[in-house]
């Protein structure tokens, strides 16, 4: 068989679904044969981040697929690989690339060699009769061990060569490991003796679905949990454990509890310094469970070093608390305590939250939001900037997966796509993006993306004509020559692309349109809601 029709016919064996792309890649048309659907993207960028968000809503368990042309197709989908590499995130990247002959001769570009250094792997197919070898190693790197995207290269000049047949290949395994039992022994009794304890929960939670026992222990030992923005929704905010997720805005509970903790358990994570991540507090014991042990020590200074699987660490660590603690903890002071802090910390900002004039603050637009969409049936992502920063504090996530959140690279844009990969693998599911009109700017046009491909998503747009969170360090340029003012006419625009288009102005249209946008969605059209916000620039951040 020719080789294109070998790599589909081994997507398909993986159960890949969907091929996210950008012609001309001969792929494309060997994956439509093979009944895999390709989604064409405006750019590619935007299909790496809609393959992005297939693998982190089915925690991994779909990897989603992204190709491109060669050239300059590899070099606009670097942004996108480099995206997911910073969140840890598994997805095939295949390239086209220049035929062999001219593969290594400079200036054309390599993706092979140009990506390998924000990649997992990255290898070129040059031999026919190794596709299946190299997707064999391709495929255990995506379903094990922490996420990253994967390269693989495909030359131009190899479209006509055979493979041999039958196809050899079966899909790779999963596999998990756990921590060495030790530590685990000296991991819960330090969390049994602890005076007060905090989890920091972060996105590997999401991989290994341990969801479940991080609410037992949680329960088990009445300690208060606390997420990263790639954890959050890992445990519910509801919760009377709850301190809500942190990045670089916080709820006040977070920072509150995490300095006063003796002991810092962190699950799921990496404790990557980062601006848009919790400031772990200095001094603290820390206990770090991390599937990569390359994590360890890399940031923070860990006591144990439980390196594994979530769930297998979870497990492990309930199996040996429960010998001693056999009930669960009396909670109901910590839980007290955690919800006085709360309200004081809501009393302050609710006058932003339940804000009655124009132009719109864009709490009150997004403290709307939440009380009117199904949240149980909602994901949720935001944009870089203010977006995230004056969502994720405030949102309470209930179930796993319901949220998406992301930070330790803060590409503008990185939203829209998100929202459309994860209505492609939820389909049952309102799927919204929060963003500004400074992202927009740069993905907007793959709104007709969404148009065209028939996903219905729902696009929260907060237009304040503004970069707005840049006022404070351009002043002189903005007051000589207005650089920081944009503009447009957005809901205009998603008309005009076959979408539902509506911009609102008052405070008591804000819900109406909300529920305006939810049916259309339900009628299978994708919406733009555009608020007319004002330039809103304070947010919670620690000590506030």
Not at 150 to 164: F, K, L, T, Y
Not at 201 to 216: D, E, F, I, M
Request: charge should be neutral; include cysteine; hydrophobic fraction near 40%.
């Amino acid at each position: 068989m020719k080789l294109g029709t070998a790599i589909a016919e081994i997507m398909k064996r993986e159960g890949i679904e969907i091929l996210t792309g950008y012609p001309v890649n001969h792929l494309i048309e060997y994956a439509a044969s093979a009944d895999i659907r390709p989604v064409m993207v405006r750019q590619e960028r935007i299909g790496m981040h809609m393959a992005d968000a297939i693998s982190r809503v089915t925690s991994g368990e779909k990897i989603g697929a992204f190709c491109m042309q060669h050239g300059p197709g590899a070099e606009n989908a670097m942004g996108g690989v480099a995206q997911c590499y910073g969140e840890s995130v598994p997805v095939l990247v295949l390239p086209m690339g220049y035929a062999r002959r001219l593969a290594n001769i400079d200036p054309n570009f390599n993706s092979s060699q140009a990506m390998k250094a924000f990649s997992k792997s990255s290898e070129p197919i040059n031999i026919a009769a190794e596709v299946c070898n190299i997707f064999r190693r391709a495929f255990t790197k995506l379903k094990n061990g922490r996420g990253g995207p994967v390269i693989v290269e495909i030359p131009a000049d190899m479209w006509n060569e055979e493979v041999p047949e039958p196809l050899n290949y079966t899909p790779v395994l999963r596999t998990r490991y756990g921590a060495d039992p030790v530590h685990i022994k000296e991991a819960a009794a330090l969390l049994v003796n602890a005076k007060r304890p905090v989890i920091y929960a972060g996105q590997g939670v999401h991989y290994a679905k341990a969801w479940p026992q991080l609410k037992r222990l949680a329960e088990r030992l009445a300690i208060p949990v606390t997420t990263s923005l790639g954890g959050k929704s890992s445990f519910p905010e509801t919760h009377p454990l709850s301190l809500g997720s942190g990045g670089l805005a916080v709820p006040r509970a977070v920072p509150k509890f995490l300095a006063e903790a003796d002991l810092i358990f962190g699950i799921g994570c990496s404790f990557t310094e980062t601006s848009f991540g919790i400031a772990m507090p200095k001094g603290k014991t820390i206990i770090h469970s991390t599937l990569d042990p390359n994590h360890i020590n890399k940031d923070v200074e860990a006591r144990i070093g439980l390196v594994g699987d979530a769930g297998l660490v979870l497990d492990a660590l309930l199996e040996e608390i429960g010998k001693t603690v056999t009930s669960d903890r009396n909670a109901s002071a910590v839980a007290e305590e955690i919800a006085a802090s709360h309200k004081e910390w809501l009393a302050k900002w609710m006058p932003k939250l339940t804000h009655n004039d124009a132009p719109l603050n864009p709490y009150r637009v997004l403290w709307d939001l939440q009380h009117t969409v199904d949240i149980h049936n909602t994901i949720i992502t935001h944009d870089a900037g203010s977006p995230r920063d004056q969502l994720s504090p405030f949102w309470k996530s209930i179930e796993p997966l319901s949220y998406i959140g992301w930070g330790k690279t803060t590409q503008l844009g990185y939203g829209l796509g998100l929202a459309m990969g994860a209505k492609l693998a939820k389909p049952d599911k309102l799927c919204i993006n929060v963003w500004g009109d400074a992202a927009i700017g740069f993905t907007g046009m793959d709104f007709e993306t969404a148009v065209r491909e028939r996903i219905p998503i729902m696009s929260i747009l907060l237009n304040n004509f503004s970069m707005a969170i840049e006022l404070k360090v351009m002043p002189i340029s903005t007051e000589k020559y207005r650089s920081t003012d944009i503009s447009g006419d957005y809901a205009a625009m998603a008309r005009a692309f076959g979408g539902y288009g509506e911009r609102v102005t008052r405070p008591e249209d804000i819900i109406p349109a909300i529920k305006r946008g939810i049916q259309k969605t339900k009628e299978g059209v994708p919406v733009l809601l555009e608020f007319i916000t004002s330039k809103e620039t304070e947010v919670s951040r620690p000590g506030t």
